[in-house]
């Protein structure tokens, strides 16, 4: 059984940085079979995929964000981070860790934890 546990602040001012943590248990990070995803959902938005570790231990990111996004992660804990720079309003979302295989659609999801950006 696997399971990921999304946490970090709920609130967020604008301009500031969004920091969230992504505990996994019941399977290893370090597994490079997976992509170890962080993806989120705005409101009245679809699911939108921001970044994640990929097989060769290799980051990517969504070109929209990608100078604003850094995930990395700390395998002795079992967890990864997501962080984005100078949000604006916008960035106001649910956002999910997820493990995806080669599929590259999730097959374990984080329960998702609720980040607003707002002064």
């Known amino acids: 059984q696997v399971q990921l546990q999304e946490s970090g602040p709920g609130l967020v001012k604008p301009s500031q940085t969004l920091s969230l943590t992504c505990t996994a248990s019941g399977a290893s990070i370090s597994n490079n079979d997976y992509y170890w995803s962080w993806i989120r959902q705005a409101p009245g938005k679809g699911l939108e995929w921001l970044g994640g570790?990929?097989?060769?231990?290799?980051?990517y990111y969504t070109p929209s964000l990608k100078n604003r996004t850094s995930i990395s992660r700390d395998t002795s804990e079992n967890r990864f981070t997501l962080q984005l720079s100078s949000v604006t309003p916008e960035a106001t979302a649910v956002y999910y860790c997820a493990r995806l295989p080669p599929t590259l659609r999730p097959d374990y999801w984080g329960q998702g934890t609720q980040v607003t950006v707002s002064s």
């Open positions: 570790i990929f097989f060769s231990g290799r980051i």
